[in-house]
């Protein structure tokens, strides 16, 4: 394997507090050496000057349909890794709602030996919290840890029954992996199609309400507080629930939280088009929910942006608003709509926003990855923060389309994007 010199580059790393403009050197697949050390390497069979761009931890999205097994006309895992990589994405971890689910040995492995043959990003299993997503009973979670399961969750779906979800924290802990849930109050939401507020009402859209989730993010709290397990709360959409968050991690709750990048930029005004690549779950909510987001990823209670990729074929899309699924596809636009629209306006600065998309994943999750430490893989994506582009469906990697951000404007994206050492993506 050959080395790599990387010059010139603003290297930001949160896990070492680093922002400063270096070189970056790797060999073997690994990072051998920053600034000095690296600047006087010899025998470099590879050079990529960084001059204006930012050098980063390989990006990191703990929240991603694969879809394969059981529905590849909306994503195979070489079309999504694929994508991911194009995004910036180094390493993705990928829900288990497929068919068959993800709850066995076999298909744990099925996911890996995908993901190799794809050979685009690492790819991390995140195995079913239930036996098929029933949230009837506990799926065999000390064999699917061996297998290499790296977390539990039967998202999209909740953890509806409080007995199971607590004895899956307490089963967790055992293997030191967390629970990731969706948390959501079915009863509260069932046929919920938007936010429920003043624009429902107005457009005759039955509501999806904040209590919802809220309710369900107390209740999952307060267990991880009586466990001491590692809880990962997902798609964290409302004001409540942020604070409900910011207030356990100030008791000292082992918890990690997450919003996807649609829930920091767009309010319900949008379903006034009726158009379903807006109906995602979360729903898309007021602006004072949105204000509450970005500021719990300010102060730190919300640790993760995420794509929440959603892909969905688009004649499953294209149908009238309440029988369309939930969903977006994502990966290959999340970083840009970030720099654009929380760099850009001052929200975050950079370390911040590498924080959210590489850093705390990694650690959310415990995986190897998140950092440019000496030794580390050298999973790193090179960022042009001030490249123009325009959002272009045709040309995504993803087999499917379904984004409501069709032609717009965005600034900044992954311009080289390098997993073990190896150039994988170059623009």
């Known amino acids: 394997m050959s080395s790599l010199l990387i010059r010139n580059g603003r290297i930001i790393d949160p896990s070492q507090s680093l922002d400063e403009i270096t070189d970056l050197l790797i060999d073997q697949g690994k990072i051998i050496a920053i600034g000095p050390d690296a600047t006087t390497a010899t025998d470099v069979t590879q050079e990529i000057d960084a001059t204006g761009l930012i050098v980063a931890p390989g990006l990191i999205d703990i929240h991603v349909q694969l879809r394969e097994p059981g529905f590849e006309e909306d994503e195979t895992i070489e079309t999504g890794t694929a994508a991911a990589i194009a995004g910036g994405f180094t390493s993705i971890a990928c829900l288990p709602n497929t068919l068959p689910v993800t709850d066995t040995q076999a298909q744990v492995q099925f996911i890996q030996q995908k993901a190799r043959q794809a050979d685009n990003c690492h790819v991390f299993a995140i195995a079913c919290v239930s036996k098929n997503r029933e949230g009837q009973e506990l799926a065999e979670m000390g064999i699917l840890t061996q297998a290499g399961a790296v977390a539990f969750s039967d998202a999209p779906k909740p953890l509806q029954k409080t007995d199971l979800f607590r004895r899956a924290l307490e089963y967790s802990r055992m293997f030191d992996v967390p629970i990731l849930d969706h948390p959501e109050m079915p009863e509260l939401s069932q046929s919920g199609i938007m936010h429920s507020g003043a624009?429902?009402?107005?457009?005759?859209?039955?509501?999806?309400h904040p209590d919802s989730e809220e309710l369900a993010t107390g209740r999952d709290l307060r267990l991880a507080e009586t466990t001491g397990a590692r809880l990962h709360l997902m798609d964290i959409s409302t004001e409540g629930s942020v604070e409900l968050i910011r207030r356990a991690k100030g008791r000292g709750v082992n918890v990690t939280s997450e919003v996807c990048i649609a829930n920091l930029l767009l309010t319900d005004e949008v379903m006034r088009t009726f158009d379903s690549n807006y109906k995602v779950n979360p729903p898309l909510r007021s602006q004072a929910h949105i204000d509450a987001c970005i500021a719990g990823l300010q102060d730190g209670t919300i640790d993760v942006i995420t794509s929440g990729h959603a892909p969905r074929a688009s004649e499953k899309k294209m149908t009238e608003l309440d029988r369309a699924p939930f969903g977006m596809s994502q990966l290959e636009i999340t970083l840009g709509l970030a720099i654009t629209n929380l760099v850009t306006p001052g929200h975050l600065d950079f370390p911040t926003l590498i924080a959210k998309l590489a850093t705390n994943p990694a650690r959310a999750l415990k995986l190897d990855k998140g950092?440019?430490?000496?030794?580390?893989?050298?999973?790193?994506?090179?960022?042009?923060?001030?490249?123009?582009?325009e959002v272009d469906p045709t040309t995504f990697k993803s087999l499917s389309t379904n984004t409501p951000f069709s032609g717009m404007p965005l600034t900044g994206r992954a311009s080289t994007v390098i997993v073990g050492g190896i150039v994988k993506h170059q623009r």
């Open 199 to 208: 624009i429902s009402m107005v457009l005759g859209l039955s509501g999806i």
């Open 371 to 389: 950092t440019l430490a000496i030794g580390a893989d050298a999973d790193i994506t090179l960022i042009d923060p001030e490249a123009a582009w």
